[in-house]
């Protein structure tokens, strides 16, 4: 988790007053995302039962404003064609084995102290 949290913020994509803000609700977003591409075989898009947790928590964090950070527009560009991915993927109601098309690029960056 804490890895995943420092890369958010290393990338420009999480603020660090949010952090400082709101770690609970984002180390439960966190939890919930790593919990569902820990899984083996297949994640199903179509399953959106994990959504609402993600959904609750990130409005919380929206509603305070002291802690809004606007990403750099590379890493909004990136992040709107993952969204729009997963979306589509949703739509579809797609079964993709994202760890599997993944792991080979985390584990081959695993040594590495600039990322």
Known sequence: R???????VQAGFLGEAAVVGHRPQ???MIDVIL???NQTGPFDF?????VSVLRDEGAAIARDRSTWHIPS????????KISGTALLA?????RVDVRAMVEPYCESN?????L
């Not at 527009?73 to 709107?80: G, I, N, P, S, T």
């Not at 949703?90 to 797609?94: D, E, F, V």
């Open 2 to 8: 804490d890895a995943v949290r420092d890369a958010a």
């Open 26 to 28: 984002i180390d439960r």
């Open 35 to 37: 919990a569902e591409m």
């Open 46 to 50: 179509g399953d959106r039962s994990f």
């Open 73 to 80: 527009a590379d890493m909004l560009f990136v992040q709107r």
């Open 90 to 94: 949703a739509r579809l109601k797609a």
């Open 110 to 114: 695993e040594s590495r102290t600039d």
